[in-house]
């Protein structure tokens, strides 16, 4: 089972940024997925998860310019970043919680991370 995350980039403030991160391998299920964070010298945190469900939960720092998606099919989520400011700038990293063909209990898998850089 591997994550392979895309989309980052530079970006001034204000602009806007779409991630993405595909899961692929011999997947049974896909529980909650999410995107995480981390800024030099800083500590990895959350920015947003989606569950099978369709709930989703933020970080107050991006509630209401970020929008967590996904597409159950492709077994993909999306983080759309909307007013970006420089204080985003950050390596992201998609999570998912997945149960593979052979695994009797979901297992935490993390994606590459896509480098967001935003300018003032």
């Known amino acids: 089972v591997q994550l392979q995350a895309s989309g980052g980039g530079s970006v001034q403030a204000g602009g806007s940024l779409r991630l993405s991160c595909a899961a692929s391998?011999?997947?049974?299920?896909?529980?909650?997925m999410g995107w995480y964070r981390q800024a030099p010298g800083s500590q990895r945190e959350l920015v947003a998860t989606?569950?099978?469900?369709?709930?989703?939960n933020y970080a107050d720092s991006v509630k209401g310019r970020f929008t967590i998606s996904r597409d159950n099919a492709k077994k993909t989520v999306y983080l759309q970043m909307d007013s970006l400011k420089p204080e985003d700038t950050a390596v992201y990293y998609c999570n998912a919680a997945i149960k593979s063909v052979r695994d009797v209990y979901y297992m935490d898998y993390w994606g590459n991370g896509t480098l967001v850089t935003v300018s003032s």
């Open positions: 391998g011999s997947i049974f299920s896909i529980n909650i």
């Open positions: 989606t569950a099978s469900s369709g709930d989703t």
